[in-house]
């Protein structure tokens, strides 16, 4: 991109924030010298720090406010108290216009509830859904939904399926996405009414690339499609399990290596290869999810993360605003929509 591109952040989200905003945002100033950060917090707490760092002061504004969102606030709390948030004010910079996107590690629920109320869905959205990536053996896959949504209609599922081609398309930079229904079995008669109905749709629909079928739990980490669509019920113990394994083995590994001494030696030895591991599956490098099916672009970083992390949560933004993720969910949308019988098919549910 050669056009200034603003993206605002809510600088008091997040466990170790103001510093892990600030520093990861300094991150991201090397890899996107195009962008004007927006930060919205304690200025007090802000402007010291920014002032050590030169080359992020030269391309960042800070806007007070007054308060934020805690971690252990209920959304409708925060909805009702929180407007003069760092968290609401900027989501209301991109709803002004004054931001293309806002990324966040704060509160979750009130970051949900805040982006919809203000920012509201795109034409045709019911409900926005929660989207992240992560590592395949073939590569890399998006999921959706991971838990925005416990219960889903075929509508919905087909919504998800619009949101996730795109995510792939403008995160992924996969020209011709393949997208898979989370089910039971791979068989068409497998699985509840809404999912086979979803699949009847997306068969017929004309989105870029092609809609696999059906896919099992194990298609995931395999990377059979590039797109999982589920609902958010699914699509969270789904993600919860995976990283639980990861955990899992990492702990047996360590363990493993630490049994004797010529565990240890081979450890050293295999030290390279276990650092490269280490770097492929590092969570830091997919954090970034994306409240998909919004008016305006709301990534969500993990809380916990550092200031890496973070600064790939605004990468995540970067791409979406400048692969134009929101123009392609409205083309997307209105071209699935106008296949013959979905409109039917999604009105008889």
């Known amino acids: 991109m050669s056009a200034s591109l603003a993206i605002s952040l809510d600088a008091m989200g997040g466990d170790n924030a103001p510093e892990m905003v600030i520093r990861g945002a300094d991150i991201a100033r090397q890899r996107f010298p195009e962008v004007h950060f927006l930060f919205f917090g304690d200025e007090t ?12 002061k030269a391309v960042s504004t800070i806007r007070h406010a007054e308060t934020e969102v805690k971690m ?3 959304p409708s709390q925060a909805l009702r108290a929180g407007r003069g948030s760092s968290m609401r004010l900027a989501i209301d910079a991109v709803q002004k216009g004054e931001a293309a996107a806002i990324v966040s590690a704060g509160n979750t629920g009130a970051l949900m509830a805040m982006a919809k109320f203000v920012l509201k869905t795109l034409p045709g959205i019911d409900r926005p859904a929660i989207a992240s990536f992560f590592p395949t053996i073939r590569s890399e ?41 989370l089910n ?11 999912v086979r109905v979803a699949a009847q749709i997306l068969r017929e629909a004309q989105l870029p690339g092609t809609f696999h079928g059906f896919i099992e739990g194990d298609d995931i980490a395999r990377g059979t ?23 899992l083995y ?12 010529l565990a240890g030696l081979g450890y050293l030895l295999a030290r390279p290869a276990l650092n490269a591991l280490r770097a492929r599956v590092d969570p830091r490098r997919y954090n970034g999810a ?12 993990h809380g916990g993360t550092d200031a890496f992390g973070f600064a790939n949560a605004i990468g995540v933004a970067v791409d979406m605003v400048a692969n134009g993720a929101i123009e392609k969910m409205k083309q997307d949308f209105a071209q699935v929509m106008a296949t013959p019988g979905a409109s039917e098919i999604a009105a008889s549910l």
């Open 184 to 194: 039971v079995g791979i068989e068409e008669q497998k699985g509840h009414e809404e």
């Open 290 to 301: 994306i409240f998909m099916g919004l008016n305006g672009i709301c990534v969500k970083s």
């Open 45 to 56: 707490r802000i402007a010291p720090m920014i002032d050590k760092l030169p080359a992020l």
């Open 72 to 74: 252990d606030d209920k």
């Open 225 to 247: 499609v590039d797109v999982v669509v589920t609902d958010g019920f699914t699509g969270n113990i789904a993600l919860k399990t995976i990283e639980g394994t990861v955990k």
């Open 250 to 261: 990492g702990t047996f590994l360590r363990q493993s290596f630490k049994s004797s001494w």
């Open 141 to 181: 896959s998006v999921m959706l939904d991971l838990g925005a949504n416990v219960q889903c209609d075929a509508s919905n599922l087909v919504q998800f399926a619009v949101m996730g081609n795109v995510f792939a398309r403008t995160v992924l930079g996969v020209r011709e996405p393949t997208t898979g229904l």
